[in-house]
Nanobody, 124 residues
């Protein structure tokens, strides 16, 4: 089992920035990929960004490219999501997720463990 604890959400004005953190504990040797998803009210949970493997390859949703940066600290089993130039459309609950090396990294099914979520609200 892997446990995930997220932090860093909050209320910010449009154009502002936030940094989310997610720390994993437990059977962390099983983790190869760490990602962030988000879910807005009434919408499906969607992929935001992922970082994979020892080379730190990153993937982003088109909607956040150039504004969000994902990074990982393997020594701390922590993944970060730096969010700049936030828009009201970024308002959602953000979830951290971890998984192995199989599966489509953009899909929820590729991830085995999920955090409880942290709320990000961007006001206009």
């Amino acid at each position: 089992q892997v446990q995930l604890v997220e932090s860093g959400g909050g209320l910010v004005q449009a154009g502002g920035s936030l940094r989310l953190s997610c720390t994993a504990s437990g059977r962390t040797e099983r983790i190869w990929r760490m990602a962030w998803f988000r879910q807005a009210p009434g919408k499906e949970r969607e992929f935001v960004a992922a970082v994979s493997g020892s080379n730190g390859m990153t993937l982003y949703a088109d909607s956040v490219k150039g504004r969000f940066t994902i990074s990982g600290d393997s020594g701390k089993n922590t993944v970060y999501l730096r969010m700049n130039s936030l828009k009201p459309g970024d308002t959602a609950v953000y979830y951290c997720a971890v998984g192995g090396y199989v599966g489509n990294p953009f899909a929820k099914a590729a991830y085995d463990y999920w955090g409880q979520g942290t709320q990000v609200t961007v006001s206009s």
